[in-house]
């Protein structure tokens, strides 16, 4: 999509500082961060929010878990880390590109994301 940052990270035409890519899924820190460790996990492909999560596109969603669980033990998350997605800004989505935040790396608050 033209005009969305996201598009523009995953597609390496503005910088994002990555952890992470693979063929469907791009990985990097929050700009920001609202913990220790604070991820952003997206598929490259433009789907604007879980909303859009249908049976065409779900296999992107099983697979962005899987490098969440990857990306845990890499970055020594495993004593606890926090997945979340904003769906609509009555939820407090601010970008409009499907993206999990995970946030870890230090006792987190109920009040994060
Ligand atoms: P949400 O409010 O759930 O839509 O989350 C959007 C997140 O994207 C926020 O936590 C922002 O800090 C983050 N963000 C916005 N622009 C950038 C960027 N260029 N690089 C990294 N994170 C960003």
Not at 24 to 44: E, G, S
Request: aromatic letters at 8%; glycine letters at 6%.
């Amino acid at each position: 999509m033209n005009d969305c940052i996201f598009c523009k990270i995953a597609a390496g035409e503005i910088p994002g500082n990555k952890v992470y890519e693979d063929d469907q899924v791009v990985a990097f820190y929050d700009l920001n961060p609202a913990a220790k460790v604070h991820l952003l996990v997206i598929p490259r492909e433009h789907i604007a929010n879980m909303m859009e999560i249908n049976a065409a596109n779900s296999a992107v969603v099983a697979h962005i878990f899987e490098v969440i669980a990857k990306l845990a033990k890499e970055l020594k998350l495993e004593k606890g880390f926090r997945v979340v997605s904003n769906c609509n800004a009555y939820a407090g989505q601010s970008v409009f590109h499907l993206h999990f935040h995970v946030l870890g790396g230090e006792q987190l608050s109920l009040t994060m994301c």
